[in-house]
């Protein structure tokens, strides 16, 4: 049951490159998203979020795009650091009720070379 | 800035014994989930608890998986009788409310190792 996908396991980019994670979905209910960091033996790390009523926010040096007819969206990180490399997860929300879990992605592994 | 905070780090166990594992979310949260992670795979949704009770409860989480928040702070998750198969990395999480933000705060993780 794979309602959110991530299709690439890993991304190689270089230092000071624009890097871009994409996240698919095929649940229609969702209405949140957010990007997670995640390093080997820790908790997931918060990055950004983005509402179904916008296509875009933005965050220093992160910015979520979100393309709600394609069911896509994308995390871009520009500049790329070192410090960037981990995992990223996208998951999503159905709001409504008491119930806000999350569905995760499998996570695409970025690593920024200097 | 607040955290979630979860105890023990790393626990390791006997096949078919109990365990507890303990979260303390952030204060003023108001609804509180596990989740697990089996290494290599994804992050994995367990249960939800809001208003001192299941919100929702996913297939893995069966009869031998209960939750508590027995004194307004601590939130648990305790395995009765454990299987090879719980080794996994278990993740507490917390929102403050649902209604504009649905961002979800993780703890640290607890490693569980079933022997």
């Known amino acids: 049951d794979q309602q959110v996908k991530q299709n690439s396991p890993s991304l190689s980019v270089q230092e000071g490159r624009i890097s871009i994670l994409n996240c698919d979905y095929t649940?229609?209910?969702?209405?949140?998203f957010l990007w997670y960091k995640k390093y080997p033996a820790e908790g997931p790390t918060f990055l950004i979020s983005?509402?179904?009523?916008?296509d875009k926010n933005e965050d220093g040096r992160f910015t979520v795009f979100l393309n709600k007819s394609a069911k896509h969206l994308s995390l871009h990180i520009v500049p790329s650091q070192p410090g960037d490399s981990a995992v990223y997860f996208c998951?999503?929300?159905?709001?409504?009720?008491?119930?806000?879990?999350?569905?995760f992605g499998k996570g695409t592994l970025l690593t920024v070379n200097p | 800035e607040p955290e979630v905070t979860q105890t023990p780090s790393h626990q390791v166990t006997q096949m078919g014994q109990e365990v507890i594992l303990r979260c303390v979310p952030i204060?003023?949260?108001?609804?509180f989930y596990w989740y697990r992670q089996i290494l290599g795979q994804k992050v994995e949704f367990l249960v939800s608890?809001?208003?001192?009770?299941?919100?929702?409860k996913s297939e893995i989480f069966d009869d031998q998986f209960s939750v508590e928040r027995p004194d307004g702070s601590n939130f648990t998750l305790k395995i009765r009788s454990t299987k090879l198969e719980d080794s996994a990395m278990y993740f507490c999480?917390?929102?403050?409310?649902?209604?504009?933000?649905?961002?979800?705060?993780f703890g640290p993780g607890t490693r569980l190792t079933v022997l």
């Open positions: 999480a917390s929102i403050f409310s649902g209604t504009r933000d649905n961002t979800q705060y």
């Open positions: 204060s003023n949260h108001l609804y």
């Open positions: 608890f809001y208003n001192n009770e299941i919100s929702e």
């Open positions: 998951a999503a929300s159905a709001g409504g009720g008491s119930n806000y879990k999350l569905t």
């Open positions: 649940n229609s209910m969702f209405d949140y």
């Open positions: 983005i509402s179904s009523i916008k």
